[in-house]
């Protein structure tokens, strides 16, 4: 199919979607998506992180408003920083102190004097956390939608294909329906294991995208064995949701106990996600500081390098989390990001569990 695939539309677009960039395939993936997800319709940009930049610039302006989660991804708070709207901010996944914001940001625009048009208002938050590894609880993001007049728009890039029974996302893990999420942003790079991101909505939201999505006026299209790929994958998903969701949850139960089993540390993350956060404990941190000394997140990131260098000597390859320190709200702590995979076997999981245990028990017996 790859083959027939290349031989039939080339290696690129080379061009926009509006243009000459789109083709066949790109239209039957964005209906694909869009039934998939169970919203009214939807649309393919080429990169998963240009998706993010174009899709809440293109609707919060200047004057608009933006309530977000402080603990949203890198590429989240450049698109808000982009949208050059007005941003408060709510302690991560806190309901009580987002009530809050939205209580405080309605009662400054009732007390504003003169007929000014209201702005627009969204709440902006992640489905499954990529800094945390945590899920929104959605039921009370919606409840709240409602009760302070805001639109959502929920990051689906690591909960898509992964959450759910069907693996459709977080409105399909807490059987919500999808037009609840006014603008739901996903990406085909990571559990789908293609390419490029969508955007799904109602139908004038995702019309008005193909006028004003800098991500999909300016940028070639997705190319078409890539959005093949994606569209294969949705498929198999469809098709036989148990075989990939039920193995994946099985080898998150397992890595995750196998983990918490280990002395010194730290496991984060929800417990139904498989993408999972590792650190050091505090205690263990300050039992290896010879000095009794503060730990820096520079010395913290060298320790978990030494961690990875320790499990790769064992057959298991990890990295630590990336973060543009100097670009972050809100620095997350060092940390190694782990992604469980339907792929892995039990055997798979249980070396790398007992990799970790090795390299914990290695490093956190020398003295810093």
């Known amino acids: 199919r790859?083959?027939?695939?290349?031989?039939?539309?080339?290696?690129?677009?080379c061009g926009p979607p509006g243009f000459y960039g789109t083709l066949d395939v790109h239209m039957e993936l964005e209906k694909q998506v869009a039934a998939f997800v169970g919203h009214s319709a939807a649309i393919?940009?080429?990169?998963?992180?240009?998706?993010?930049?174009?899709?809440?610039?293109?609707?919060?302006?200047?004057?608009?408003?933006?309530?977000?989660?402080?603990?949203?991804?890198?590429?989240?708070?450049?698109?808000?920083?982009?949208?050059?709207?007005?941003?408060?901010?709510?302690?991560?996944?806190?309901?009580?102190?987002?009530?809050?914001?939205?209580?405080?940001?309605?009662?400054?625009?009732?007390?504003?004097?003169?007929?000014?048009?209201?702005?627009?208002?969204f709440i902006v938050t992640e489905g499954l956390f990529q800094n945390t590894?945590?899920?929104?609880?959605?039921?009370?993001?919606?409840?709240?939608?409602?009760?302070?007049?805001?639109?959502?728009?929920l990051d689906e890039s690591y909960s898509f294909g992964v959450l759910g029974k069907r693996g459709a996302g977080l409105t399909d893990h807490f059987n919500i329906d999808p037009h609840e999420v006014d603008l739901m942003i996903g990406a085909l790079c990571y559990a789908i294991g293609a390419s490029g991101g969508f955007c799904c909505a109602d139908k004038d939201l995702i019309e008005h995208q193909r006028l004003s999505g800098l991500g999909y006026c300016f940028s070639a299209s997705m190319p078409s064995i890539l959005t093949?790929?994606?569209?294969?994958?949705?498929?198999?998903?469809?098709?036989?949701?148990?075989?990939?969701?039920?193995?994946?949850?099985?080898?998150?139960?397992?890595?995750?106990?196998?983990?918490?089993?280990?002395?010194?540390?730290?496991?984060?993350?929800?417990?139904?996600?498989?993408?999972?956060?590792?650190?050091?404990?505090?205690?263990t941190l300050v039992r290896m500081k010879r000095s009794g000394g503060?730990?820096?997140?520079?010395?913290?990131?060298?320790?978990?390098?030494?961690?990875?260098?320790?499990?790769?000597k064992d057959g298991v390859l990890f990295t630590s989390s990336q973060y543009v320190d100097e670009h972050e709200r809100l620095l997350p702590n060092p940390s190694i990001r782990i992604c469980v995979s339907a792929a892995h076997t039990r055997k798979e999981i249980e070396k790398c569990a007992h990799a970790?245990?090795?390299a914990v028990s290695r490093i956190t017996s020398k003295k810093r």
């Open 2 to 13: 790859a083959y027939e695939t290349l031989r039939k539309y080339g290696v690129g677009s």
């Open 44 to 121: 393919l940009y080429s990169q998963a992180f240009a998706t993010t930049l174009s899709v809440i610039p293109c609707f919060s302006k200047r004057g608009d408003i933006i309530v977000a989660d402080e603990s949203v991804c890198f590429q989240l708070q450049q698109a808000i920083t982009l949208s050059r709207s007005k941003v408060y901010w709510y302690k991560h996944n806190d309901m009580a102190d987002l009530e809050r914001v939205l209580k405080d940001v309605n009662m400054q625009l009732a007390g504003r004097k003169g007929k000014k048009a209201l702005p627009r208002k």
């Open 133 to 153: 590894g945590d899920i929104s609880p959605l039921k009370d993001l919606v409840d709240l939608k409602h009760r302070y007049k805001f639109r959502i728009i």
């Open 294 to 312: 503060a730990w820096t997140n520079t010395d913290i990131k060298r320790v978990l390098m030494e961690l990875s260098d320790e499990t790769q």
């Open 228 to 283: 093949v790929a994606a569209a294969d994958a949705i498929q198999a998903l469809e098709s036989n949701p148990d075989s990939y969701l039920s193995s994946m949850r099985e080898n998150t139960t397992l890595l995750r106990n196998l983990l918490k089993r280990i002395p010194g540390l730290q496991v984060d993350g929800d417990s139904e996600s498989p993408l999972i956060h590792i650190r050091l404990t505090p205690e």
């Open 356 to 358: 970790v245990k090795s």
